[in-house]
C-alpha cells in the first residue's frame, strides 16, 4: 500500500477527532470520575496540539482556548506530568496503581 501524504494524515486525524468531539460527553459521569475516560475537552485538547503542530495557530489557540474557557480543568504547579497531585490538570490521562498484569504479558 502506498504511503498516505501528511496532509491526508492530518485530515484523518483532524476528521475523528471533530466526530469524537461531537460524541464524547462534556464530562464524566460519577461512576466514571478518575477512570480514564475521555470527554469532549480531551478531543478539544488533541484538536488545539494537532493544529498547534501544522502550524495553524489561529485554530490551535481556538481549541486550547475553549478548554482553558471551560473552566473544568486547573492548572498544576508541578511539572511532572505523572504526579497523581497533578491531576485536576490533566483532560485525558492513563493512570496506573503500580500493579502489573501478569496475564496480559504486561
Do not use: C
Not at 462534556?26 to 477512570?35: E, I, K, M, P, V
Amino acid at each position: 500500500m502506498p504511503r498516505e501524504s501528511v496532509g491526508a494524515a492530518y485530515a484523518a486525524i483532524i476528521s475523528d477527532l471533530t466526530l469524537s468531539e461531537s460524541k464524547l460527553p462534556d464530562t464524566r459521569s460519577a461512576d466514571t470520575l478518575g477512570a480514564a475516560y475521555p470527554t469532549k475537552w480531551a478531543a478539544k485538547a488533541l484538536l488545539a496540539n494537532v493544529h498547534f503542530q501544522m502550524g495553524d495557530y489561529a485554530k490551535a489557540g481556538q481549541y486550547a482556548n475553549d478548554v482553558i474557557e471551560s473552566k473544568n480543568y486547573t492548572f498544576s504547579d508541578t511539572v511532572n506530568l505523572f504526579d497523581p497531585k497533578g491531576y485536576s490538570e490533566h483532560i485525558f490521562a492513563v493512570v496506573s496503581n503500580g500493579n502489573i498484569d501478569k496475564r496480559s504479558g504486561g
